[in-house]
């Protein structure tokens, strides 16, 4: 084998025939600029196309780089197809799309990691401009479909006017991140950048936790067209269109307790107080509708509800951030030293004697009655806001000694 090639490994088709004298594990990460990721799970019917698409474009660019397939127990000889197209296959045992390209993530050496799946709904042969924006420095380059083109047949009409749409639409609004397609299975990414993530999901929401995470971390994110065509599978695809889409907004709902928590909290505790004062100060009329003591019985428990929601928004993100879910905050970092158990129980403890005098006066009214019956539109408006206060006092005191158990959980754990 000449020397030239041997030194600088910049021709492909030299590297490839070094690698068959000495085997797959003979080259070294510094050898090479690009791994070419693919899941698999029974794709005989596609994945050496795939890997041979691969292939060509590496010798076509000059990149030095592999195709590696993380195969996720195919029983159909996916493997051994894939071995004799070029590639190399590692074996995951853990089941789910998400597992597989954490673990083939881990097992590549190129620099940059380009994923897509092997069923040929992405075209391997044509990298050069997601691989250009990488190495202008974007840590993430997402492919978007939209823009394109999504052939006929290739996309379900439910994932492309409804799921879609939808999902990509939350994610951007949760999330503040200008990706137009947060689903499109080509992507580019650093693999350092990637692995200090921290990715976690197993299942097809990986897809929206790698863009999630890259973008709370400040990533360098690019978009690139792509053109997404109908697999080349005679199989149903793994995908399952209402399961999986739920674990997505469930994904995005959970990573931003701003919008599951925060925000509805926020909207039922200025509604549910609204509600309150204006009805304990007279019968108002709202679009001629006149509103009474049910109406302030909704209110109250708008407003409990609304101080549990952000409650749980802090507690969620102490935990997501300690967890690594989250970056550090310093909103909540003020928070958390400005509640201490000590302000939580004197807060607590302020409702709880507001809800009693509240209730106080409730029985003088029913002692004026003779402890007889009662007029309800005229005592509700004060046994409604003493329920209410007394509500939110318990749920103020739990939280400032489950926030105390928190404190205390992490102390120990950062000390050991």
């Not at 797959?24 to 693919?38: A, H, K, N, R, W």
């Not at 958390?336 to 507001?354: D, H, N, P, S």
């Not at 007889?372 to 206060?389: N, Y």
């Not at 007394?390 to 404190?407: D, K, Q, S, W």
Request: charged letters at 20%; one cysteine or more.
């Amino acid at each position: 084998m000449p020397c030239k090639a041997v030194t600088l490994f910049n021709n492909v088709a030299c590297e490839r025939g070094l690698q068959e004298l000495l085997g797959p594990d003979s080259l070294g990460d510094q050898f090479i600029e690009l791994t070419v990721l693919m899941p698999c799970l029974d794709e005989a019917e596609t994945v050496a196309s795939c890997v041979a698409k691969a292939q060509s474009f590496l010798q076509r660019s000059g990149v030095a780089g592999e195709v590696l397939v993380a195969d996720n127990g195919s029983t159909d000889g996916s493997q051994q197809l894939a071995v004799e197209a070029g590639a190399r296959v590692v074996h995951v045992a853990e089941r789910g799309y998400g597992a597989a390209l954490i673990a083939g993530i881990r097992e590549a050496r190129g620099r940059y990691v380009i994923m897509g799946d092997a069923d040929h709904s992405y075209d391997f042969s044509d990298l050069e401009g997601m691989l250009n924006l990488l190495q202008q420095g974007n840590q993430l380059v997402m492919g978007d479909r939209f823009a394109g083109g999504i052939q006929r047949g290739a996309m379900p009409l439910l994932h492309r006017y409804l799921g879609n749409p939808v999902l990509s639409f939350l994610g951007r609004l949760f999330f503040r991140l200008p990706v137009r397609d947060f689903h499109c299975g080509l992507r580019g990414f650093d693999r350092d950048a990637a692995l200090s993530l921290n990715l976690e999901s197993a299942g097809m929401e990986f897809a929206s936790e790698l863009v999630v995470k890259a973008g709370l971390r400040n990533f360098r994110i690019a978009q690139t067209p792509v053109v997404l065509s109908p697999d080349g599978r005679s199989r149903p695809p793994h995908l399952r269109t209402w399961r999986d889409g739920w674990r997505h907004l469930r994904f995005l709902l959970l990573f931003s307790p701003r919008w599951l928590f925060l925000l509805p909290g926020v909207i039922f505790c200025l509604l549910g107080l609204a509600g309150l004062l204006s009805i304990s100060m007279g019968v108002p009329r709202l679009a001629g509708l006149g509103l009474d003591i049910h109406t302030m019985a909704y209110s109250g428990a708008a407003l409990i509800l609304g101080v549990q929601m952000l409650l749980f928004a802090v507690l969620s993100k102490v935990i997501a951030i300690d967890s690594g879910w989250l970056p550090p905050d310093r909103r909540i970092a003020w928070i958390l030293k400005a509640f201490t158990l000590e302000r939580g129980v004197l807060c607590a403890f302020g409702c709880f004697l507001l809800g009693i005098s509240f209730a106080v006066r409730a029985i003088e009214m029913w002692e004026q009655a003779g402890f007889g019956g009662l007029d309800p539109s005229a005592v509700m408006r004060w046994v409604i806001p003493s329920v209410t206060l007394l509500g939110i006092a318990g749920t103020v005191f739990l939280a400032a000694f489950f926030l105390e158990a928190l404190r205390m959980s992490f102390a120990r754990s950062k000390r050991t």
